[in-house]
């Protein structure tokens, strides 16, 4: 089965510096990653996702990924944050074929500092 | 742009009441989900429909749960009795399928409290 790691509960940086959120996902076969964020009292708005081709995705915001198959990594990056993008942050995987679910990670808070 | 929408985005009932979720999918999409997330945790799955019938469930979703598609356009789930640690958001997703796209769109959510 599959399943996804988001080592970091809570990560707090200043507003303009840059970001990274980890995600590590453990599947057998190429996955789909997607990377969804969360404000307080909202819905989950997907920000972009991974199917195949380019490892290097562009998604809503200003933001992207990258899939590193050998690192089983899909990292979320923007290179200056705006306070809006204080967040909950999810990474999901979903398998090629089959069962369709999403396997959610813990999620990533994102607290910005003036 | 179409959306998931959901209603009520807040329910509050007695423990052992039924509730019913309501959600209505992206028109053109044909497999739906129910996820939840209790407060604090990550967002879990509960069951995904397909062709009017429930292609997969979680261990989550027992007899007291149940999924339906009365109409063309609703997509309901109801918890029969419903428990203390039922409380937590609930989201229908709709999935959509093409080529070089496969992506899950989610509603904004129900919150159900039971006292």
């Known amino acids: 089965a599959q399943s996804v790691t988001q080592p970091d509960i809570h990560i707090t940086v200043s507003e303009g510096a840059s970001l990274e959120l980890r995600c590590n996902y453990s599947?057998?076969?190429?996955?789909?990653l997607f990377w969804y964020v969360q404000s307080p009292g909202q819905g989950l708005q997907l920000l972009l996702k991974y199917f195949s081709g380019d490892t290097l995705v562009q998604g809503i915001k200003g933001f992207e990924a990258e899939f590193k198959r050998s690192q089983s990594s899909f990292n979320l990056r923007k290179p200056s944050v705006h306070w809006s993008d204080a967040a909950e942050y999810f990474c999901?995987?979903?398998?090629?074929?089959?069962?369709?679910?999403?396997?959610f990670g813990t999620g990533t808070r994102l607290t910005i500092i003036p | 742009e179409p959306e998931v929408t959901q209603t009520p985005s807040h329910q509050v009932t007695q423990m052992g009441q039924e509730v019913i979720l309501r959600c209505v999918p992206i028109s053109n999409h044909l497999y739906f989900y129910w996820y939840r997330q209790i407060l604090g945790q990550k967002v879990e799955f509960l069951v995904s429909?397909?062709?009017?019938?429930?292609?997969?469930k979680s261990e989550i979703f027992d007899d007291q749960f149940s999924v339906e598609r009365p109409d063309g356009s609703n997509f309901t789930l109801k918890i029969r009795s419903t428990k203390l640690e039922d409380s937590a958001m609930y989201f229908c997703a709709s999935r959509e399928i093409g080529v070089g796209t496969d992506t899950q769109y989610f509603g904004p959510g129900t919150r159900l409290t039971v006292l």
């Open positions: 999901a995987v979903g398998v090629s074929f089959g069962n369709e679910k999403l396997t």
């Open positions: 429909f397909y062709n009017n019938e429930i292609s997969e």
């Open positions: 599947y057998g076969a190429t996955p789909y």
